[in-house]
């Protein structure tokens, strides 16, 4: 398990901007003209039920990599929950991904964490290999999907609430 390291206070202010996939606290924000293709993302959610991220086109969606095991995932979850509240009657849609964890433990870190956004169930670990913005290895990992469901920005590192939003804010102010 890689530990994250440190949130600086205002990425984008930062002169050390990386698209390098090392996993070390690292972070991208890729122009509009620069992402790629659309996300595909399916799966069962941790309550059994089936989930597509087809059905959020037209949202800017976060998406966070976690498991219940991993420490920093821990450390960021409250800022997530605070930025899913604040967030969701903007339209901004959150979605966790359970990498290589049980079902009870995952159940029973959402419930601590008050996460109370969709989360999938991969216990084998397989989701995170069709990004090749973010190494299997590093978790947590965020992504900022825009309205497309494409890659707009990359956090391979414990992200912040004021970060997120911040970074929330950059990819809906292209949707006017």
Not at 29 to 44: H, N, Q, T
Not at 79 to 97: C, I, T, Y
């Amino acid at each position: 398990m890689l530990s994250a390291a440190c949130a600086r206070s205002d990425p984008r202010n930062d002169t050390q901007r990386s698209s390098e996939a090392v996993g070390d606290g690292t972070w991208e924000f890729i122009e509009p003209a620069d992402r790629g293709e659309p996300v595909e993302l399916s799966g069962e959610l941790l309550d059994g039920a089936s989930f597509d991220l087809a059905a959020w086109v037209g949202s800017v969606v976060v998406v966070n990599f976690w498991g219940s095991w991993c420490a920093p995932c821990r450390e960021e979850a409250l800022a997530l929950g605070a930025a899913h509240q604040s967030r969701k009657d903007e339209g901004v849609e959150f979605l966790g991904v359970d990498l290589r964890d049980e079902r009870d433990s995952a159940k029973a870190f959402m419930q601590r964490y008050e996460q109370e956004y969709p989360s999938l169930f991969d216990p084998a670990g397989e989701t995170i290999l069709a990004f090749e913005e973010i190494p299997s290895n590093v978790v947590p990992a965020t992504l900022i999907l825009d309205s497309e469901l494409r890659v707009a920005t990359v956090f391979r590192k414990t992200v912040t609430q004021r970060e997120l939003e911040s970074f929330i804010d950059e990819v809906l102010g292209e949707e006017t």
